[in-house]
């Protein structure tokens, strides 16, 4: 959780907002499924929304407001961590799916 926290960090988000740690929960999810598909409303959203006693609709509100503060204040950073540029701000899956891949594809790099 830590590579994720430090991630989530490096794109200018803080665990003063609400969605941090349910982006990071998200990302970890992802990580732990990596090679099935993914359907993030049904298998992440209501996981998080148990764990935190919330709703589905508040968790994708929230990682949604994560997604528009990276967008806005540090797209570079994040276009460097998703290897390409991006004309379109990603949707929450696919931010998820950035993030988390670029977590496996460095921890391979380690190996």
Excluded at 49 to 67: C, D, F, G, M, Q
Excluded at 94 to 102: G, H
């Amino acid at each position: 959780m830590r590579e994720i926290y430090r991630l989530i960090r490096q794109l200018g988000v803080t665990s003063k907002y609400k969605g941090y740690y349910f982006l990071a929960e998200a990302v970890k999810l992802s990580v732990e499924m990596q090679g099935r598909p993914i359907k993030i409303t049904k298998d992440i959203y209501p996981i998080l929304a148990r764990k935190y006693k919330s709703t589905p609709s508040n968790v994708e509100h929230n990682i949604r407001t994560l997604v528009n503060i990276c967008w806005i204040n540090h797209k570079e950073d994040l276009e460097l961590i998703a290897g390409c540029s991006m004309e379109d701000k990603p949707t929450n899956s696919e931010f998820i799916d950035i993030l988390a891949y670029y977590l496996n594809k460095t921890e391979e790099m380690s190996k």
